[in-house]
């Protein structure tokens, strides 16, 4: 389980982050849902070492990882897909796919999880030569996903996977969630897109001006009127 217990963050004069809880149960899908500038992507940050925290902390499985090195984290099994996809765009795609798998050696296993994500995204496989640069930014987030998969993840966090992204391809996106989840992996999940995230979510959080104003499970946060008004424009 993660668990981040009165987690602060300074920006300078900044608050982002005040104090917050939050708990990713292992098997689950957790998302954190809120405006731009409410501290999800620092939560996310925080968690694998980009962001310094000035109070609380981060927990894994009771070991503390907050003041760990970002590799040491990764090699923990906790992996980011970055907001923006990040993709190494003068690598092919295959090379991208091979950076992911860069501290691990078990090749049949590195093989294994190849064909998972060809199996998963059958396009990157049709790509497989092509520079990353000139994919369509659907195809860029599949490859950032397919990445991360290839690091064996036990924990998956995933920043604004849908941001600018077609509606089918963002439905095939959290559909690919689901899977990934479904064959063991824990995902913490931030996201705009309320509606979808919370829809596939086990829990929720809302987060608001660096402080967690409401949580619960995701049906219930997706049927609560003041979500509903502040996330999925709808009046109350």
Partial sequence: MLKIEKLSVHYGGIHALQG??????????????????????????SIVGLAKASGGGVT????R???MMTKDIVSRGLVLVPEGRRVFPNLTVDENLSLGAYSRSDRAGIAEDRKRVFGLFPRLEERQR????TLSGGEQQMLAVGRAIMTKPR??????????LAPLVVKMIFSIVREINKAGTTVL????????????ADYGYV???????????????LADDGVRKAYLGEAQ
Avoid: H
Wanted: hydrophobic share 40%.
């Fill in 60 to 63: 894994w499985n009771g070991e």
């Fill in 155 to 164: 924990l998956l966090m995933m920043d604004e996977p849908s941001l600018g």
């Fill in 20 to 45: 917050i809880d939050l708990e990713v149960p292992d098997g689950t899908i957790v998302t954190l849902i809120g405006a731009n500038g409410a501290g999800k992507s620092t939560t996310l940050r």
């Fill in 130 to 133: 092509q520079k990353a640069g």
């Fill in 65 to 67: 990882l907050t003041g």
């Fill in 207 to 221: 987060l608001e001006t660096g402080r967690i104003t409401l949580q619960g499970p995701g049906r219930e946060l």
């Fill in 189 to 200: 999940l931030v996201e705009q897109n309320a509606k979808a995230a919370l829809e596939i």
